[in-house]
Structure formats: C-alpha cells, structure tokens
Nanobody, 127 residues
Framework: QVQLVESGGGLVQAGGSLRLSCAAS????????MGWFRQALGKEREFVAT????????YYADSVKGRFTLSRDNAKNTLYLQMNSLKPEDTAVYYC????????????????????WGQGTQVTVSS
C-alpha cells in the first residue's frame, strides 16, 4: 500500500521557519518526480515546489522562490520542504505528491502529473 505521510506543520509567527517532511512507504522515490502543493481555505490547490529525479533539479513557484528549499533523502525515502521567512499568505494545508514510476525526467508542476498524494499538514503563519 502506497502512503505519503506529511509532518512538521504547525503554527508559526511571520518571519519564522518550519520544515515539512514527507515519508514515503510502499513506493520508492527512485525515478519519480516528487512535489509539494498547498491549498489555502477557499482557494485552489497550487504548486509549491518539485524535484526532478534525474539530476535532482528543483523548481519553485515564484511566490516561494528564495524562501523555500526542497530536498530529498533517498536512503530514508523522505522528501523535505524547508520553509523560511514565512508569511501569513503561506498559510495553507501542504500536500506531498509523487508521480508515477518512470517519470524521473519530468518537471512536474501540475497536480495532474502526480499519482499519489499525502493527507496534508496544516501550516498557519500568524502576523
């Protein structure tokens, strides 16, 4: 059974930091695109960041570029999102996602490119 389990969310003041983790089980990060999306209350789910398996290139939404860093630990089968200089507009439920296997060369910035999703973790940034 495939599971993506996010953790690390919480309440933080503006300017603070959080580190989200996404532990994968039942699938390997090998040769997949992995990403983070978020959904604020009343809004559509939006792309945050993705990492390409081949070469490990990372891509970010303009709104988080320079503040968020995505990384992965292949040995632990875990994806991370380091979030610094948080703003109230970063408040959302954050979701981890994995593409199908064999998509390691894909730059996946659309939710439609992902097959597996976690249950989400709430991030709240107070002003």
């Amino acid at each position: 059974q495939v599971q993506l389990v996010e953790s690390g969310g919480g309440l933080v003041q503006a300017g603070g930091s959080l580190r989200l983790s996404c532990a994968a089980s039942g699938l390997s990060l090998l040769n997949r695109a992995m990403g983070w999306f978020r959904q604020a209350l009343g809004k559509e789910r939006e792309f945050v960041a993705t990492i390409r398996w081949i070469g490990g290139s990372t891509y970010y939404a303009d709104s988080v570029k320079g503040r968020f860093t995505l990384s992965r630990d292949n040995a632990k089968n875990t994806l991370y999102l380091q979030m610094n200089s948080l703003k109230p507009e970063d408040t959302a439920v954050y979701y981890c996602a994995a593409s199908r296997g064999g998509a390691g060369g894909v730059i996946a910035t659309s939710a439609a490119q992902y097959t597996y999703w976690g249950q989400g973790t709430q991030v709240t940034v107070s002003s």
